[in-house]
C-alpha cells in the first residue's frame, strides 16, 4: 500500500507534464517544394494542415507526383479531428483523394473556393466517401475537438479565399499563414497591417510562415501596378491578343478577363483545366463578367482580331496543352496570325525551360510580338518576399517562428529575417520533414521523435508502388539504355542450341554495329562453355558473371555502360 | 562558230556574277545556344568560325554533347583557307578534335589564351595531327587567302583573348563580334567606343551580332561593380570562404584570386579544370600573383581560418565534383566548418535548378552563409543585353545585320533592336541553322541552298552513331521502364517447354507483383497458343501482337505503359 500513491501521483504528474505538451510534425513542405502536410498533436487530438502533392523532378522520372506520406497518422486515424485546407492550390489539396481515408475522413475546413475546387478534383474519383465541410470565411471562430479552437483571417495569395488561421491551443496561439504574401497598394504600401496588429495583441506563440521567397530581397509588388503593365501590353496590341498562364493563378484569370473587358475585347478560354476553375469563380460570384463577355473558341471567327483575347494552358510548353497545339497549327479553331501579340504571364517551372524555349522560338516565328516575362514583370509571385516576412514578424512579435513551406536554405533565410526582427537566434526554429516538435508553454523544442517522411509516389493506377530501385532502374536506362542478352543452352551437354539473341533498347543501333554484335555473341559463348558442368547456367553467381564481362567488353568499346540483363534459358 | 563566243560570253557573265557573291552559312549556334559555327564562302574559298559544342539536354538523354554537323565541308575540306577562333569557351572549341580533320585541318587563327585552351584540349586526343596555329592579337591584319583578309579586335566577354574580327571580303566588309558585352566603367559608361566608330568609319557591310541577352533590357554592369559586391561578402566573412564559378569563367576567377591577395587571404584551387586554367593563364602572365599566394588544399591546416580562400568546381552540382565532394563529407582534406561562408558566384545552368538547391540545401547545413547570385549580383554576364546591342548598331551603322549566337525568340529581339537603331527592317537578317544566304555588293538575301544540320552526338567512343531512335527508347524507358518477356517454345508441336521468363526494369517491382507476372503468362500462353501451326512465332507479325496485347494488359492493370520486348525462342 505504500508505494501504490506515490506510484499514482507519479503517473499523474507524468500525465499532466504530457498534457501541457503539443506536438507539431511536419509531413511534406518542409524540404521541398510542394506535398505540404503538417499536423498538431495534443493527447488523443490530432489537426492535419494542408494535404498536397509534388511534382515529380528529375531524380523521379515518370512519376506522376508525390503525395505525404502519412505512415503516423494512419493507426491514429479516429484521432484526426480536422482537416484545415489554407487554400486551393494543387502543392496543397491535391494528395486529398490518396490520403482522406486514411486520416479517416475529418471534417474538412476550407473557404468556398478551396471547397469547390477539391470537389471537383474528386469528380476524378466517384468510388470515395462522401467528404465532410465546414465552410470557414474571413472572422470565423470554430472549436475544431475539446483542445482546438480555430480562427480563420484573410491572407493575401495568387488565389481567391486564401486563409491563415490563428491555432487556440492548450499552450498558446498557433498562427499558420498558409501561403501568402503582404498585398501593397499601389505606393507599395502594405495592406491589411491591422491583421498583423491584433495578432501581436491577441499574443502569439508560435508563427508558421512560408519561407518560398525568404531569400528574394524585396517587398511585394502591388498587383495594380501589374495591372497597369499588363494594360500597357495590351494597348499596343493591333490583332488579337494571346496570354498563357498557370489555371491554378486564379487571381491572374481574373484580372486578364477584367482588362480586356474594361478594353472592349471578347474572351475565349481555351483549356479544359482553364475553363473549369473559370466556370468555379463565376459559379461563387467572385468574377462578375457582362453577358456574351466570354465566348467559345468556335465563336472567334466572326470578331474582328482587334476585339480579341484568347485566354489558353500551356505556357510550359506541356506537349498537348492549348498553346503548343495552336503553335504546332494541331488546333482545330485557333491559327496564329501575323498580327498576333502573346503574352507569357507565368514563370517557368525549373526543369520546362528548355521546352519553353523551343515553344516561344515556334511561337516568335508565327507572329508580331511575344512577350516573356523577362521583358515585363507580368508576373507576381503569390508568396512574401523578405521584407514581407520581416515586416510580418516585427508586427505579430511571435516568440516563435517556424520557417515552412520550403527548402531548408530558404527556411534558413527566413530564420535570418528573423534575427533581423529582433528575435533570438535560437526562437526560429528549423525543423525537417518527419522531425516532432514539442511544444510547451514558454517552449518549442525538437525532440528525437521521427515519422518516415520517405517519397510516396503516384504513377498511374499504382500508389506506393514504385521505389527508389525502380527510379534508379529508369534514370540508368535514360542515360546508356540496356542490352539483353539471351542464351539458350541444351541442359544434357552445355552446348548453345542457337545463336544467342541480343536485344538492345537506348544503347546503340546494334543493327548497324554487327561487329558488336559478334563481339557480345563471343563473348557470351566463352564465358559459358568454360563453365565446370556441375555449374546451373542459371544460377546468379553465372548471370553476374555475364553481367559483369558483357558490360566491361561494352565499355571498353564505346566507353558507355548500359544496363546488361542476361536471360539464360535451359532446355 | 557562231555560237561559241556568245555561249563563252554568257559563261564569263555568268561567273562574273558568282563572283561577287559571298555566301554565309552557319552550321550551328543559330537555333540553340551553343555549338557554334558559321562559315564564308567565296568561289573555291571557306573560311570558318568557331567549332563549338552544345550541352546535352533534356531531350537528348545520356549524350556527352552535340557537335556541329559537318556534311557540307568535307567535301570541300580543300577549299578551307582558314579557322577562326573568337575565344577559348567550350562552345566555340571543343568540337575541334572531332571536325579538325573533316575540314582539312587548316590554319587556325587565335588569340594566345584560346590556343592555349585549344591546345589542352587536345591532349586528350594525342592520335590527332599537329594544328597549325597563327597567333593573333588585337590590331593584327592578315590576308588568309586570295580572296580575305581578317582584322582582329579585343572585345569585352568573360574570358580573356576574346576577339571579333573584321572579314574584308570582295562584296564588303563583314564585322562578327564573336560572344561580347560592351564593358563600362563604374559610372556605367561604354568602354572601347573608338572601335565601333572606327568600324563605321571604314564603311562595313553587315555585323555578325551575339543576341544571347537581346532580350534583356538595360546594359551590362561594370566589371568594377561586381568585385565590389563581392570585396562586400568577403570583407563580412569572419572564418574560410568557399567560392564556386565555372572554371571557363576565366576573368571571373582573375578577379577572386586578385580580391584574395588584396584582402590578406591565401588561395586553394580544388578542381582539376579551374587548376588547368589558372596554370594557363599565368603561364601567359594573364594572372600575376605573388609567390606563395596560391597554395594547395593539404596546405590548408597550417592557416588560420580568416586568412584561407578556396576556389572551387561543382557549383552547378555535379555528382563528382569540387564541391559535391567537401558538402558529402568525401573530400580527402577539406571539411566544411560551421563558421564558412560560401558563395556561389555562376547562374544555374537550366536543368540543374533541383542539384543546385539540393546542394545548397547540404551546405547550408554545414556552414554559416551561403550566398548566391540571387541575393548579390555576383555574376555579370558576357553577352550584351539590349541597351549594348543598340548602342554598338548606331555606332558602327552597318547595312545589315545578322543576329547570331542564339534561339530565334532572341534572335528576332536583336532584329527589333536593329529596328530601334534605326536600321530597316529587311535589313536584320534572320537565317536558320544550315541556311545559305548569297551577300553582294548591296544586298544579303537567303536563298533555298540549305545543308543539313540534324544533331551530331558524341556518346562514350562514339561520334554520330546515337539516332533518334536511341534517344527516343531513352526517353521512354526513362519515363516508364520496360518489360521482357520470354517465351521458349517447342519447333514441333509449339508448347511451351518452359514457364514464360518476364523481366522489367524502371517498370514496378514485379517480384512483388505475383499476381499481376501470372496475367502476363497467361495472356502470352493466351496468344501463343492460339496461333495456326503454319504461323512462324518468331515473325515480326507474332511479335507485334505480343506487344500490344500485352502491353494493353499492362496499361488495363497498371495505367502505365512500358517498352514490351517479346523475345520468342524456337527450340
Do not use: W
Request: some cysteine; overall charge positive; aromatic content about 8%.
Amino acid at each position: 500500500m505504500i508505494n501504490k500513491p506515490i506510484f499514482k501521483k507519479s503517473l499523474e504528474m507524468r500525465r499532466s507534464l504530457e498534457q501541457n505538451i503539443l506536438k507539431f510534425c511536419p509531413l511534406g513542405g518542409f524540404e521541398e517544394v510542394g506535398r505540404n502536410c503538417v499536423f498538431f498533436e495534443y493527447q488523443d487530438e490530432i489537426i492535419v494542415v494542408d494535404a498536397g502533392i509534388q511534382f515529380p523532378e528529375e531524380e523521379t522520372p515518370g512519376i506522376d507526383f508525390i503525395i505525404p506520406n502519412t505512415t503516423y497518422l494512419e493507426p491514429k486515424k479516429r484521432d484526426v479531428k480536422a482537416l484545415i485546407l489554407t487554400h486551393g492550390h494543387y502543392d496543397h489539396i491535391h494528395a486529398l483523394p490518396y490520403i482522406i481515408e486514411k486520416i479517416g475522413n475529418p471534417i474538412i475546413y476550407a473557404a468556398p473556393l478551396t471547397k469547390a475546387l477539391v470537389e471537383k478534383r474528386f469528380e476524378e474519383f466517384p468510388n470515395l466517401p462522401k467528404l465532410k465541410f465546414q465552410i470557414v470565411r474571413n472572422g470565423d471562430k470554430l472549436r475544431l475537438s475539446e483542445y482546438f479552437t480555430a480562427e480563420f483571417f484573410d491572407i493575401g495569395h495568387n488565389i481567391p479565399d486564401g486563409l491563415g488561421f490563428i491555432l487556440d491551443t492548450p499552450v498558446g496561439k498557433m498562427v499558420h499563414f498558409g501561403d501568402f504574401r503582404v498585398n501593397r497598394d499601389i505606393k507599395g504600401n502594405p495592406i491589411g497591417e491591422n491583421t498583423f496588429r491584433r495578432l501581436n495583441e491577441m499574443g502569439i506563440h508560435s508563427v508558421f510562415l512560408d519561407s518560398t521567397n525568404a531569400d528574394i530581397e524585396g517587398a511585394s509588388k502591388s498587383e495594380e501596378t501589374v495591372i497597369k503593365e499588363l494594360e500597357i501590353l495590351f494597348k499596343k496590341a493591333e490583332g488579337r491578343i494571346v496570354v498563357t498562364t498557370f489555371a491554378s493563378l486564379l487571381d491572374r484569370l481574373a484580372t486578364i478577363i477584367e482588362i480586356s473587358e474594361k478594353l472592349g475585347r471578347k474572351v475565349a478560354i481555351n483549356g479544359r483545366s482553364m475553363k473549369d476553375n473559370i466556370q468555379i469563380m463565376k459559379n461563387l460570384g467572385y468574377l462578375k463578367v457582362k453577358k456574351g463577355q466570354i465566348v467559345n473558341v468556335e465563336e472567334l471567327h466572326g470578331i474582328k482580331d482587334d476585339k480579341i483575347m484568347i485566354l489558353t494552358t500551356g505556357g510550359q510548353g506541356e506537349p498537348n496543352a492549348g498553346l503548343t497545339k495552336i503553335a504546332n497549327g494541331e488546333h482545330k479553331h485557333i491559327r496564329f496570325k501575323p498580327t498576333d501579340t502573346v503574352i507569357f504571364s507565368s514563370s517557368v517551372v525549373p526543369g520546362n525551360e528548355r521546352s519553353v524555349q523551343t515553344l516561344q522560338d515556334n511561337i516568335a516565328r508565327q507572329v508580331n510580338e511575344v512577350y516573356n516575362s523577362k521583358f515585363l514583370d507580368i508576373h507576381a509571385s503569390g508568396h512574401a518576399p523578405k521584407e514581407d516576412l520581416k515586416l510580418v514578424l516585427e508586427l505579430v512579435k511571435p516568440k516563435f517562428v517556424v520557417p515552412a513551406n520550403a527548402y531548408y536554405f530558404k527556411r534558413k533565410a527566413c530564420a535570418k529575417i528573423a534575427r533581423e526582427a529582433g528575435m533570438p537566434a535560437e526562437n526560429a526554429i528549423l525543423m525537417d520533414n518527419g522531425q516532432f516538435a514539442d511544444i510547451s508553454k514558454t517552449g518549442f523544442k525538437v525532440t528525437s521523435q521521427s515519422t518516415p517522411t520517405d517519397y510516396v509516389m503516384v504513377d498511374g493506377l499504382g500508389v506506393g508502388d514504385v521505389q527508389e530501385v525502380v527510379l534508379r532502374d529508369r534514370r540508368m536506362l535514360a542515360q546508356e539504355g540496356m542490352v539483353v542478352v539471351i542464351a539458350t543452352i541444351s541442359r544434357e551437354n552445355g552446348r548453345f542450341i542457337k545463336n544467342p539473341d541480343i536485344i538492345s533498347r537506348g544503347f546503340i543501333y546494334l543493327k548497324e554495329n554487327k561487329e558488336l554484335l559478334d563481339a557480345i555473341r563471343t563473348k557470351l559463348k566463352h564465358i559459358l562453355g568454360r563453365l565446370p558442368r556441375h555449374q546451373h547456367p542459371e544460377a546468379d553467381y553465372i548471370k553476374t558473371l555475364v553481367r559483369d564481362q558483357i558490360g566491361q567488353l561494352l565499355y571498353t568499346k564505346t566507353k558507355r555502360r548500359p544496363m546488361v540483363l542476361p536471360v539464360i534459358i535451359e532446355v
